[in-house]
């Protein structure tokens, strides 16, 4: 056990037995209790790194402790406490009984001053770890940030026992403060007035909580320097100029449109220069794309005064007569996105900015903001995470209430999903909507979620700007040096209600009888300048009426604009990829057929199934001993057709990205695609990486138990770059549910919103086999409600890619491992991008007859959205039309029976869009008179019966007749009783092949 933790703590197995015998033996002195005892640990391992870092009493202390005296025998008196001038010089140690009550007084005199020591130690500890609750940091000094308005006993000098007498006397500076400078020392009142000064002024620092020492080490140089948060003139000048912009812009908006909601920023205008000091600092290190996720309110004052969108398309969106020239139903024009590259005048040096679209679901943007940031850094070679990173701003209501905060703040040091540190800005209102924060959460801050991620959490008076300027110093340097999350909290206020309709003094009156009596941050700041001499009143004015300007040509620019372009808002851009006409419009190409060389799929089921170079478990072994033996008769099951699929996209240049929940393994144990050493722990082997040395990289990753979050981070992978192939798996398909609004406002509506595509693959295990409500569905008919298609339509005449390039997404529900591949490859080869979901088999995985041959992958070969029967349909009867597993139970079932002349069974596997054409073409195969039957496992209110029932009818001659044959309605997906799964399964397979 030592030789592990000594490795974790960079100290030797002897080190660590030395340092838990001196805390055993330490923990035992009179003068010590359970927290002081921590000080002096600290104030140990100084000692035992330099020895005259400690004052002489301790290093006679430290030394007689490891020399093994006991509790109450380290200590001696030091002949001489030069540092302490409060404490006389001592004579030397008296020999004489004449002397013998000096001895005891001076013994005493020498504990005395341990103990003061000891206590200013703790004193600076206490200011450290717990000023921010006594910073000032409500503009409207009502409050406490922290919801608590007492002072903290130990940020008091009472409580150390300090009195008057004591605060001229000079105490020795331990080397974990920077508060001196220079100076190795300080009285106690000055050392008091710092510390307020830095932990309880307009910043509140939170960072004791973090476990690593150098990492707090950072925070404190950066926090106590003496004069470390000064600016120059030109600094003010500058951040003056960005406060005109932000708080001018605001005004204007309002002049113009006071009936328009727009969730202006009045009351923390200070986010404007606040981000394009992080984006400076930032850049200046070495960054040069941004991705920015952020809520409603300051949206339009981020795109136009830090993204710089040009003002007069912006004030275009006020225009309610204007609708979008292109497709799609657009969005609220505080949802848009927006993708700019600009030179940065301050570094000279061109910066890449991208807003984010997102709905009203707060917080839900964040991992898609991840997720694109790591694409990002992924396609540009970036592995050391500096070049691209990632802002969120979010509310103090949402960041405490949200759970995909949490989860989002959970992947950012998962080895699979890091960005290198996002810098997060909580626009801290102080209220939610209408709620009060002491009704909305049990944390003391807002923030506090972040302490689960070690990182830095710095709040600051939004009325402050100079220290809001050093805050976000702080930030991008730690995010540029720690590659890790930080918080600026920004404690501010909403001068308007919820938005500029709304009337806040309903709920919180008092609040508001004060934001109406204080002047905005401009006109603080401006006052400040003024009194220091740093502008003179030309100057601000000025400055103004440039601006005003600015804001005056653009909107008259914006009258002569005549047509609204989505592509205007695009965050990811993808004009390299899409084949367009002369009006940028895309041109449709048909999909080529997605087949491959019968070399390739050769090849990959040869490494696939190879000895890999570790030793892996015996049940691997008969794993691949299986694959072998199918690679040698040319056959593939699931994982083979899948492997088959990700390994050909790999060998043709394509990223391959798989994540979600024990995707590695496979959560039925099938995939096996990370293959583990037995003998040697965190040593594996993933053959899929190794089919060839041009071949590009695959990733696949185990991920959090999340599905929000990890699923929002997948998107956001996918939007980046068309060229990569990005799934995600759920470990079941009914868990899908818990990513909802990922589903819903961003996945199936975000092409319709924002014009934004996305080749996104979410594969649903699914499948009624008994094991209960919970595992057995992946709700297909949700996904199917939210289709875009008219069922009322037959859609004669449009091509398949046509109907594939107008759905929003393609629902699958497939059968065979080589329809899988095609399903797929086809996510590559269309010459445009759509989400795929296919809802996977369980038991299938290793059916015996869900296999498939190589030559149904090879060189013009495609998917089949449908899959008929090749039978003599004069002998027909009925025809069973089903989808998914079901077939399986079916075929089988009507072989038992002796059916296969009189009932056919037609499989769907492409449930949207809807493939017309081909269905129509089956129906028409079979004779007048036969009985036409859609077959589900499903009960009949979920599955896909709703949905296919008015298309099929669509296609039905007046002699066909049509019904339905499945389990009945229910609220629950499936029973959890056995006996009552298999009198259900029983019932619908009687009924289907009776006649």
């Keep these: 056990m030592y030789a592990v933790r000594g490795k974790l703590l960079g100290r030797t197995p002897v080190q660590h037995a030395l340092r838990t015998a001196f805390k055993s033996s330490a923990a035992a002195e009179p003068f010590l209790n359970g927290s002081s005892s921590t000080y002096v640990e600290e104030m140990y391992e100084s000692w035992r790194q330099d020895p005259n870092s400690v004052h002489k009493s301790w290093q006679i202390f430290f030394s007689r402790t490891e020399g093994g005296a006991g509790p109450g025998e380290a200590h001696v008196s030091a002949p001489n406490m030069p540092v302490y001038p409060m404490f006389a010089p001592s004579a030397a140690v008296p020999t004489s009984e004449a002397t013998a009550g000096e001895t005891m007084q001076s013994s005493r005199a020498g504990q005395s001053m341990i103990l003061k020591h000891h206590n200013f130690q703790r004193l600076l500890r206490s200011y450290q770890s717990s000023g921010h609750h006594v910073a000032k940091l409500d503009p409207l000094g009502i409050g406490a940030a922290d919801l608590d308005n007492t002072t903290p006993d130990i940020l008091t000098a009472e409580y150390y026992n300090f009195t008057n007498q004591d605060m001229d006397q000079y105490f020795q500076l331990p080397k974990y403060t920077y508060l001196g400078g220079d100076e190795k020392e300080l009285t106690l009142r000055e050392t008091i007035n710092r510390l307020e000064r830095i932990y309880c002024g307009s910043i509140g620092t939170e960072f004791m909580h973090i476990h690593d020492p150098a990492a707090r080490e950072y925070i404190r ?85 830090v993204c710089r969108k040009e003002l007069e398309k912006l004030f275009n969106q006020f225009n309610p007569d204007m609708a979008p020239e292109d497709e799609g139903s657009g969005d609220v024009k505080y949802h848009l996105g927006m993708y700019h590259r600009r030179i940065n005048h301050l570094t000279n040096k061109e910066v890449e900015l991208s807003v984010v679209a997102n709905p009203s679901h707060l917080e839900a943007v964040n991992p898609v903001v991840c997720g694109k940031v790591r694409a990002t850094q992924f396609f540009n070679g970036d592995e050391a995470r500096q070049k691209t990173m990632a802002i969120l701003l979010h509310g103090d209501a949402a960041y405490s209430g949200q759970g995909v905060v949490y989860e989002t703040m959970h992947l950012s040091d998962l080895p699979s999903y890091t960005t290198g540190g996002t810098i997060h800005i909580v626009v801290n209102n102080q209220v939610g909507f209408t709620t009060d924060p002491r009704f909305s959460r049990s944390s003391p801050y807002c923030t506090d979620v972040a302490k689960v991620v070690n990182a830095p959490i710095l709040h600051v008076n939004a009325d402050d700007p100079e220290a809001v300027m050093h805050v976000c110093n702080v930030a991008a340097n730690w995010r540029a040096d720690w590659g890790k999350d930080v918080v600026i909290d920004l404690v501010c206020y909403r001068r308007n209600g919820h938005n500029e309709a709304d009337e806040p003094s309903f709920t919180q009156p008092l609040m508001y009888k004060k934001i109406r009596t204080l002047p905005n941050v401009l006109k603080k700041y401006s006052d400040q300048l003024l009194a220091e001499g740093a502008v003179s009143q030309k100057d601000i004015d000025e400055e103004i009426e440039t601006f005003d300007k600015i804001l005056n040509d653009a909107y008259q620019k914006s009258t002569a604009i005549t047509k609204m372009k989505l592509t205007d808002w695009l965050d990811s851009p993808w004009d390299f990829f899409f084949e367009c006409d002369a009006n940028k419009v895309p041109i449709l190409r048909e999909t080529p057929p997605t087949g491959t060389n019968d070399s390739v799929l050769k090849r990959i089921a040869e490494t696939f199934s190879a000895d890999p170079p570790i030793k892996v478990h015996p049940g691997i072994k008969r794993i691949l001993k299986g694959r072998k033996k199918m690679a040698e008769q040319q056959e593939a099951d699931w994982a083979l057709g899948e492997a088959l699929a990700f390994g050909s996209l790999l060998m043709e240049g394509y990223h391959v990205r798989l994540s979600g929940q024990d995707v590695e393994r496979g959560t039925f144990s099938h995939r096996h695609h990370v293959l583990h050493d037995q003998d040697v722990d965190g040593k594996v082997y993933n053959p899929l990486q190794n089919l060839s040395s041009s071949q590009q990289k695959y990733s696949v990753s185990n991920s959090s138990l999340s599905e929000f ?84 339509c037959k859609y004669e005449g449009v091509s398949p890619d046509q109907q594939l390039w107008d759905c929003n997404w393609q629902i699958m529900n497939i059968t065979t491992p080589a329809n899988m591949f095609h399903a797929l490859r086809r996510q590559m080869y269309m010459k445009f991008r759509k989400p795929l979901v296919v809802f996977t088999p369980k038991s299938l995985l290793r059916h015996p007859l869900a296999r498939s041959s190589f030559s149904e992958m090879t060189p013009g070969t495609s998917f089949k959205p449908v899959i008929p029967e090749n039978l003599d349909v004069s002998k027909t009867r009925k025809l069973v039309l089903c989808s998914g597993k079901v077939y399986y139970d079916l075929y089988e079932e009507r072989a038992k029976r002796g059916l296969e002349e009189e009932i056919a069974i037609t499989r769907v596997e492409q449930l949207h869009p809807f493939p017309h054409s081909l269905v129509e073409e089956e129906l028409q195969r079979y004779p007048p008179g036969t009985q036409i039957n859609w077959v589900q496992e499903e009960h009949k209110n979920s599955g896909s019966w709703s949905y296919v029932k008015p298309r099929l009818e669509n296609h039905l001659s007046p002699d066909q007749q049509f019904g339905y044959i499945g389990r009945g309605p229910a609220a629950s997906a499936a029973t959890g009783n056995k006996k009552l799964h298999k009198t259900e399964y029983n019932k619908l397979m009687d009924e289907c092949f009776s006649l």
């Design 221 to 305: 140089k950066w926090v106590e320097k003496p004069g470390i948060s000064s600016m120059t003139s030109e600094e003010k000048r500058i951040l003056l100029a960005r406060l005109v912009r932000s708080t001018r812009f605001e005004e204007y908006l309002a002049k113009k449109w006071p009936s328009e909601k727009r969730f202006g920023l009045e009351g923390c205008e200070v986010l404007i220069p606040a981000m394009k000091q992080i984006i400076d600092i930032a850049n200046s290190r070495g960054v040069d794309s941004f991705v920015i996720g952020m809520p409603h309110r300051g949206r339009l004052n981020v795109l136009a005064n």
């Design 709 to 792: 979050g990890v699923l929002g981070f997948e998107l956001g992978f996918s939007q980046h770059n068309p060229n990569s192939l990005v799934c995600w798996e759920a470990q079941f398909g009914d868990f899908f549910n818990t990513a909802q609004p990922i589903i819903d406002q961003f996945i199936s509506s975000g092409q319709d919103k924002w014009y934004r595509q996305s080749n996104l693959v979410m594969l649903l295990p699914h499948g009624m086999e008994g094991m209960g409500p919970e595992h057995s569905s992946g709700r297909m008919e949700r996904f199917l409600q939210m289709c875009n298609d008219d069922e009322d």
